[in-house]
């Protein structure tokens, strides 16, 4: 993988994970309710990876 595009798919993760916590807050979702969707969703891509 090109080091540019290693670079700008970090950089875009990072973005888009700052914009998921500003509109989280500004729509004033409680912060546990974020992070039980977030352990969720975890746990569920973890379990299938065993299959």
């Keep these: 993988m090109?080091?540019?595009l290693f670079l700008a798919m970090i950089a875009?993760?990072?973005?888009?994970?700052?914009?998921?916590?500003?509109?989280a807050f500004v729509a004033e979702v409680p912060l546990i309710a974020l992070a039980f969707a977030t352990l969720a969703g975890s746990l569920f891509l973890g379990i299938r990876q065993w299959r």
């Design 12 to 23: 875009f993760v990072i973005c888009a994970a700052g914009a998921t916590l500003a509109l």
């Design 2 to 4: 090109p080091l540019p």
